[in-house]
């Protein structure tokens, strides 16, 4: 590492980008170019970053890998800043392994990081898991420490394990704070404010009781069977039936176990389920049809018997039926809660399952994305929405401290 | 007399001599508020460490740090028998060795690319990290007396004996070598193990170098080999 090199990274380390850029500003060699884009990034002008440090990356020699993969791990936490999630992991990967290889295990498990928050981002919560796997936490300096647990804790939480959660957001705390980085500790206080906030309401005929996330967790235990208006399916004993895709089997699922343990009349289920208050002989042929439907999907949990005005649910081994619902009413609040389950989902996708109109839903998504809680991926025919991650970690550029021949 | 050779070194890596092992005698620190080693000297009884911030005095013998100036310091310094000095981006600084004070300040030969310092008869003698280069200067005004190509990132030179010596760390490879200083042949190669690198160089005018650790925050004793040419 040459003498201005070195100043500009102390710079960098101190929390001086401008005075980093000044000493390196008109130098085109690569651990040059290198910190520049990383003090582009900490200043927020992340377009301008990611060119130089893809710049940087095929300025360094084919020999000198490791400011290579370096740049390749920061040009990634760019794009992440950037929700620009197109790229996909496999660059990222094999920095990681490439770090590790020569020697620099900090910023390895730093690659592993961005490779399961972008996997987090993404929905991809089997690939999340796989790669959170292989973070040892217990190496890591304090500021990566507390990433790699909330990074933990918003995957049990997207997997309805908020005990495991509020473990992980423990640990999280306490690293944050041996970190001592504001914006850290306080993206560990919002998550953890994630637990308490209702994560759902339980309807009943006495109306409706709103439940945190540790509430349904209990509910979905409690051996009951569950309709999860949220998820939109059904749950009983830990086996799932998702009607995601299915509205109209959702909603005569809906109607039935709202009205447990009596009956609904087939002239009421029509009405609900195929919006039509004129029926005849067709509706009734046709309901038959979508009941023979729901009842092989409920099978494992439930039977639909025919009564003689209608259609009642017999839970299997539950003696209670439940019913959760988002925890706001709206478009909105139902668009959020489809997306709550970390898949990726196309708008025409949303309109089928809220059994509404393509444009209804665009409004809803608008609102939502006006106010910085979904964003897209993708785009015209392929674009997909997500919902914003539960916990939003600012980036943590740990590249200054150990730059190329650092 | 001033020259510049611009010629890179004639003979071809493959007739290089084999390397030779680095036999490591000794480690010091990484030290407290030193996160980096990015020069070092010795001044007949203390080793010189430079560290960003901070000129470190570490005493071989207890591996104390017995002094410590408040001096600014990026890449390379050196003990001319009274004064220290050292690089610090663009410049290098000539410093009282007693208080830390700046003396003087000349320009350095490669604008702030520069790495590794030593003093030997009335020259300073710069590493060119990225150029490949060593410049003899003239330590009254920044001028360039001679160029020695190498083909290494330069990141130390020392004169020991007669002989020179310069550090290298390229591709996560780093050697100690000695070259001759009229043409830059390599002469004599010592390997220091994987994963150690050399962020400068400074002979303690016997049996040792001295190496800074980079981003390790080490100083490490190494033996000096018999000349073998």
């Avoid at chain 1, 991926?377 to 997909?384: E, L």
């Avoid at chain 2, 310092?117 to 990290?129: F, I, Q």
């Amino acid at each position: 590492m040459d003498a201005l090199i070195a100043a500009s990274a102390r710079a960098l380390a101190v929390g001086d980008p401008l005075g980093a850029l000044q000493r390196v500003a008109l130098r085109d060699d690569p651990a040059a170019l290198a910190l520049r884009g990383i003090a582009m990034a900490q200043l927020g002008e992340h377009a301008r970053a990611r060119e130089l440090l893809r710049r940087a990356a095929r300025a360094f020699g084919a020999h000198e890998e490791l400011g290579r993969a370096r740049c390749v791990l920061a040009e990634a936490e760019v794009a992440l800043a950037m929700r620009d999630l197109g790229g996909g992991t496999r660059g990222l990967v094999a920095a990681a392994a490439t770090l590790e290889r020569l020697g620099d295990p900090a910023n390895a498990m730093q690659a592993r990081l961005v490779a399961a928050r972008q996997a987090l981002l993404l929905g991809r919560l089997a690939d999340a898991a796989r790669t959170l796997h292989d973070v040892d936490a217990a190496g890591l300096p304090s500021a990566l420490a507390a990433v790699a647990d909330l990074a933990r804790a918003e995957l049990a939480l997207r997997q309805l394990q908020s005990r495991v959660a509020a473990a992980a957001l423990e640990k999280a705390a306490r690293a944050a704070s041996r970190a001592g980085i504001p914006a850290l500790i306080a993206e560990v206080a919002e998550a953890r404010s994630a637990l308490t906030r209702t994560a759902a309401r339980r309807l009943s005929r006495d109306g409706a009781e709103p439940l945190a996330l540790p509430d349904v967790e209990a509910v979905l235990a409690s051996g009951a069977l569950v309709l999860d208006a949220c998820r939109r399916g059904l749950a009983a004993g830990g086996a799932w039936v998702s009607l995601a895709r299915r509205p109209i089997l959702f909603s005569l699922a809906s109607s039935l176990a709202q009205a447990w343990p009596e009956d609904v009349a087939r002239d009421a289920l029509i009405v609900s389920a195929f919006r039509t208050r004129h029926h005849d002989e067709t509706h009734r042929a046709r309901l038959r049809v979508e009941m023979g439907r729901l009842r092989a999907l409920l099978q494992p949990m439930a039977a639909i018997e025919s009564t003689p005005r209608g259609f009642v649910l017999r839970p299997r081994t539950a003696n209670e039926v439940v019913v959760l619902a988002p925890p706001i009413e709206g478009e909105q609040a139902a668009v959020l809660a489809l997306l709550s389950d970390g898949a990726a989902w196309s708008t025409s996708a949303l309109a089928l399952t809220l059994d509404a109109s393509q444009r209804t839903v665009q409004r809803a998504i608008a609102d939502l994305e006006a106010d910085g809680q979904v964003h897209a991926i993708g785009q015209a025919r392929a674009r997909r929405w997500l919902a914003r991650p539960l916990v939003d970690f600012t980036t943590v550029l740990l590249l200054p401290a150990s730059l190329p021949g650092a | 007399m001033p020259a510049t050779s611009t010629s890179a070194p004639t003979a071809h890596p493959a007739s290089y001599p084999a390397p030779q092992p680095a036999e490591i005698v000794r480690e010091f620190g990484p030290f407290p508020g030193a996160a980096s080693v990015g020069g070092v000297s010795y001044d007949g009884s203390h080793v010189w460490a430079a560290t960003g911030g901070l000129l470190l005095a570490i005493d071989p013998r207890s591996g104390e740090v017995t002094r410590t100036l408040h001096n600014a310091g990026h890449a390379g310094t050196a003990f001319d028998g009274k004064h220290l000095w050292q690089i610090v981006e663009t410049r290098i600084e000539k410093l009282d060795a007693a208080t830390g004070a700046v003396l003087a300040s000349i320009p350095a030969p490669a604008k702030g690319g520069d790495s590794g310092l030593t003093w030997a008869e009335g020259s300073l003698w710069v590493g060119d990290h990225r150029g490949r280069k060593i410049h003899q200067i003239d330590p009254a005004t920044g001028a360039i007396r001679r160029t020695i190509e190498s083909n290494r990132f330069v990141t130390g030179v020392t004169w020991v004996d007669g002989e020179f010596w310069h550090g290298t760390w390229e591709a996560e490879e780093s050697e100690l070598r000695r070259i001759d200083p009229q043409n830059g042949d390599v002469l004599q190669r010592v390997q220091m193990p994987a994963g150690t690198n050399v962020s400068g160089l400074e002979s303690d005018g016997g049996n040792l170098f001295y190496c800074g650790g980079g981003g390790t925050g080490k100083v490490r004793a190494v033996r000096r080999p018999k000349a073998t040419a």
